[in-house]
């Protein structure tokens, strides 16, 4: 479970748009949308005159029969177009018979056609683009938005929640308006034929509606609890393919099964629920409906006794027609049922296309001609969330090309100092310069692709090795790609694969060492010939042979750019100019390795406790010489 994802949701909910207010904007959304739609409804229209005109062409080969049985003449013949005495009978009913055989063709036809139009609108026009506007947001959003959102909803929304989203076009709109127009269509039909049995057999509609409105009342939560659930649900079956190596390694596939499958049951309780609702009101529908054909067979009966009303025409027509007025009202719990649905899911999917782009360029960015890394923190303090600020009053000033080892305890505001270079994040208060330039003034494109970053976890696509290092500028020739490799010491192993730089990765890259996933992350990181770099701790939860392999790689990396590296290890320290060592959010020490070891303080004493390699051993050992020759 993420308690507070489901808390800012529920906030969100509560503070968000009214019913009303989605459903406007549905409109405003489905606008766009409107040549197809009409071209949809007006294939409708044809195939809801065609069904009348079938059921006339019915009504009236009864009538026809029935007078020719009974010698009387009751058929009522449109435009005039009655058979002459002398046409025989069966010359009628095949002529009648074929007219009815060409309507039903032409509506199979139209029908086909009508399944392709919403198909095409559906599928083609409406998830797509909306699918593509949600990710295309994301893309632009900061990662605050993504700290606070789980990576379940995320899928859920793009996937789920778009899906629910198109309902409201297809399900709700042209289904209301088929709805309205087919109504008032038989209505009308119904009317002319007889108002009093028309009145009698429709006497039943306003429960109809009562029941519908407060069907739509009890869907609405529901909906939105289920799709929390189902967020858990993806959330779940996520981490558990991520982290399989974890619960194998643990022993706990019976435990993560039987945490999925409760989860599974809750959505599976959440859903029945709905379900139930769904399977009452459809069938107290239903039940009004077959009211209806009993008050018209008894009230229609009498009056075709009384000769008031032709059984053609009239009480078979009408029949008929009922039954498809009934049938259309019993479509408003569909309609019901859709319309939370895509409330549910325009919520959910409004609430991304509606979130401030809280870091983005500004309108008219500066543009310097070129970038050389001098990098200066004024006064900068910054929290992820609304807390307790992590860096508080942070300043100090890099030149460019210079190497900066940021050092410090777990949770002492190492990685926020990295996140902020770049601008996944802005400051709450101070700024960044960037060769005297605030780091909000440049173009963030500009921005990022002078800055190179290697994570302590990089993440490999499922792409060949070329594809992976060339990344960040897809249109890298191989001879860059293999400069870049060799910078990153990554080229002999490459070779070394079979298909070389024309490799496939698995996912994630796991068809390769630790070692080697970093050191293509380096080439990556430095194919774009970066100002600046960014090392997250590239040596960490590395062997020995493997740590020399990639400080050789850092070696050459670094080489001519400003440079920060997030670091432990004596032997990745030695190589910066200058150490940043920060505690609980604040500058504790400043200055080279040899200025932090002669003086009391945490730098020394963590140096002097750690387990180092042979390499910063001797370096440890040089370092006190030194001090003792002083």
Same mark, same amino acid.
Request: proline share 4%; hydrophobic share 45%; aromatic share 8%.
């Given at each position: 479970?993420?308690?507070?994802?489901?808390q800012h949701q529920a906030k969100a909910h509560a503070t968000g748009p009214t019913n009303w207010q989605l459903i406007l904007r549905l409109l405003r959304f489905s606008w766009q949308f409107r040549r197809r739609s009409i071209q949809v409804i007006a294939t409708q229209v044809c195939i809801l005159t065609l069904t009348i005109g079938g059921y006339g062409l019915v009504g009236l080969a009864i009538d026809f029969l029935s007078d020719t049985v009974r010698g009387t003449d009751q058929? *009522?013949?449109?435009?005039?177009?009655?058979?002459?005495?002398?046409?025989?009978?069966? =010359?009628?009913?095949? #002529?009648?018979?074929? &007219?009815? %055989?060409?309507?039903?063709?032409? *509506? %199979?036809?139209? /029908?086909?056609a009508y399944q392709m139009a919403v198909g095409r609108l559906v599928h083609v026009d409406i998830v797509m683009r909306l699918r593509a506007q949600v990710y295309e947001k994301m893309q632009k959003l900061s990662f605050r938005f993504f700290d606070r959102t789980a990576s379940g909803t995320l899928i859920n929304r793009v996937t789920g929640d778009v899906q629910a989203v198109r309902m409201f076009i297809d399900q709700v709109i042209i289904q209301v308006f088929i709805m309205v127009v087919s109504l008032a269509v038989y209505l009308v039909y119904?009317?002319?034929?007889?108002?009093?049995?028309?009145?009698?057999?429709? %006497?039943?509609?306003?429960?109809?509606?009562?029941l519908s409105a407060t069907f739509s009342k009890l869907l609405h939560p529901a909906y939105l609890k289920s799709r929390q659930l189902l967020d858990n649900l993806i959330l779940s079956f996520s981490e558990n393919i991520q982290g399989i190596q974890v619960i194998k390694g643990f022993n706990l596939e019976g435990a993560r099964e039987e945490e999925f499958r409760q989860r599974n049951e809750e959505v599976r309780r959440q859903r029945q629920g709905i379900f139930w609702i769904v399977s009452t009101f459809s069938p107290a529908i239903g039940y009004l409906t077959q009211v209806n054909l009993v008050v018209l067979l008894a009230y229609g009966g009498y009056l075709v006794s009384q000769g008031e009303l032709p059984i053609g025409a009239g009480l078979v027509v009408f029949a008929g027609l009922l039954q498809q007025f009934s049938g259309q009202i019993a479509n #408003?719990?569909?309609?019901?049922?859709? #319309?939370?649905?895509?409330l549910t899911g325009a919520r959910r999917v409004f609430e991304i296309l509606d979130t401030p782009v809280d870091v983005k360029s500004p309108d008219r960015p500066v543009e310097p001609d070129r970038i050389r890394g001098g990098l200066t923190f004024e006064d900068v303090t910054f929290a992820y969330s609304d807390g307790k600020p992590v860096l508080e009053e942070i300043t100090f000033d890099v030149r460019p090309g210079e190497v900066i080892a940021v050092a410090g305890a777990t949770g002492a505001g190492k990685s926020a100092v990295m996140s902020l270079i770049?601008?996944?994040?802005?400051? =709450? /208060?101070? =700024?960044?310069?960037?060769?005297?330039?605030?780091?909000r003034a440049l173009s963030l494109e500009r921005l990022r692709r002078n800055i190179g970053v290697v994570f302590q976890e990089n993440f490999l696509f499922s792409n060949t090795v070329a594809a992976n290092i060339a990344f960040g500028h897809p249109g890298a020739t191989r001879e860059? #790609?293999? =400069?870049? &490799?060799?910078?990153?010491? &990554?080229?002999?192993?490459?070779?070394?694969?079979?298909?070389?730089?024309?490799?496939?990765?698995?996912?994630?890259?796991?068809?390769?060492?630790?070692?080697?996933?970093? *050191?293509? %992350?380096?080439a990556r990181a430095v194919l774009l010939e970066p100002a600046i770099l960014l090392l997250d701790d590239p040596t960490a939860a590395i062997d020995p042979e493997t740590e020399h392999e990639i400080l050789e790689a850092i070696d050459r990396a670094i080489e001519g750019r400003t440079t920060f590296i997030v670091a432990h290890r004596l032997s990745t320290l030695r190589r910066a100019d200058r150490i940043l060592l920060l505690d609980h959010g604040r500058i504790l020490q400043f200055g080279t390795h040899d200025e932090l070891m002669s003086t009391d303080g945490l730098y020394r004493a963590a140096i002097a406790s750690q387990s180092v390699d042979p /390499?910063?051993?001797?370096?440890?050992?040089?370092?006190?010489r030194r001090r003792r020759a002083r």
């Amino acid at each position: 479970m993420n308690p507070f994802n489901d808390q800012h949701q529920a906030k969100a909910h509560a503070t968000g748009p009214t019913n009303w207010q989605l459903i406007l904007r549905l409109l405003r959304f489905s606008w766009q949308f409107r040549r197809r739609s009409i071209q949809v409804i007006a294939t409708q229209v044809c195939i809801l005159t065609l069904t009348i005109g079938g059921y006339g062409l019915v009504g009236l080969a009864i009538d026809f029969l029935s007078d020719t049985v009974r010698g009387t003449d009751q058929a *009522r013949w449109p435009l005039g177009l009655a058979p002459g005495p002398e046409t025989e009978p069966v =010359r009628v009913i095949l #002529i009648l018979g074929g &007219a009815i %055989a060409c309507f039903a063709l032409i *509506r %199979a036809f139209l /029908e086909y056609a009508y399944q392709m139009a919403v198909g095409r609108l559906v599928h083609v026009d409406i998830v797509m683009r909306l699918r593509a506007q949600v990710y295309e947001k994301m893309q632009k959003l900061s990662f605050r938005f993504f700290d606070r959102t789980a990576s379940g909803t995320l899928i859920n929304r793009v996937t789920g929640d778009v899906q629910a989203v198109r309902m409201f076009i297809d399900q709700v709109i042209i289904q209301v308006f088929i709805m309205v127009v087919s109504l008032a269509v038989y209505l009308v039909y119904m009317m002319n034929m007889h108002v009093g049995l028309t009145l009698a057999c429709l %006497a039943t509609t306003p429960v109809l509606w009562i029941l519908s409105a407060t069907f739509s009342k009890l869907l609405h939560p529901a909906y939105l609890k289920s799709r929390q659930l189902l967020d858990n649900l993806i959330l779940s079956f996520s981490e558990n393919i991520q982290g399989i190596q974890v619960i194998k390694g643990f022993n706990l596939e019976g435990a993560r099964e039987e945490e999925f499958r409760q989860r599974n049951e809750e959505v599976r309780r959440q859903r029945q629920g709905i379900f139930w609702i769904v399977s009452t009101f459809s069938p107290a529908i239903g039940y009004l409906t077959q009211v209806n054909l009993v008050v018209l067979l008894a009230y229609g009966g009498y009056l075709v006794s009384q000769g008031e009303l032709p059984i053609g025409a009239g009480l078979v027509v009408f029949a008929g027609l009922l039954q498809q007025f009934s049938g259309q009202i019993a479509n #408003i719990a569909g309609v019901a049922d859709s #319309i939370q649905q895509a409330l549910t899911g325009a919520r959910r999917v409004f609430e991304i296309l509606d979130t401030p782009v809280d870091v983005k360029s500004p309108d008219r960015p500066v543009e310097p001609d070129r970038i050389r890394g001098g990098l200066t923190f004024e006064d900068v303090t910054f929290a992820y969330s609304d807390g307790k600020p992590v860096l508080e009053e942070i300043t100090f000033d890099v030149r460019p090309g210079e190497v900066i080892a940021v050092a410090g305890a777990t949770g002492a505001g190492k990685s926020a100092v990295m996140s902020l270079i770049p601008r996944f994040y802005d400051p =709450r /208060e101070g =700024r960044i310069l960037l060769d005297g330039h605030d780091l909000r003034a440049l173009s963030l494109e500009r921005l990022r692709r002078n800055i190179g970053v290697v994570f302590q976890e990089n993440f490999l696509f499922s792409n060949t090795v070329a594809a992976n290092i060339a990344f960040g500028h897809p249109g890298a020739t191989r001879e860059q #790609i293999e =400069r870049a &490799a060799r910078i990153a010491c &990554a080229h002999d192993f490459i070779m070394q694969i079979p298909q070389g730089y024309d490799s496939v990765l698995s996912e994630s890259g796991m068809n390769l060492s630790g070692g080697q996933r970093q *050191r293509l %992350a380096i080439a990556r990181a430095v194919l774009l010939e970066p100002a600046i770099l960014l090392l997250d701790d590239p040596t960490a939860a590395i062997d020995p042979e493997t740590e020399h392999e990639i400080l050789e790689a850092i070696d050459r990396a670094i080489e001519g750019r400003t440079t920060f590296i997030v670091a432990h290890r004596l032997s990745t320290l030695r190589r910066a100019d200058r150490i940043l060592l920060l505690d609980h959010g604040r500058i504790l020490q400043f200055g080279t390795h040899d200025e932090l070891m002669s003086t009391d303080g945490l730098y020394r004493a963590a140096i002097a406790s750690q387990s180092v390699d042979p /390499e910063s051993l001797a370096l440890l050992s040089a370092t006190r010489r030194r001090r003792r020759a002083r």
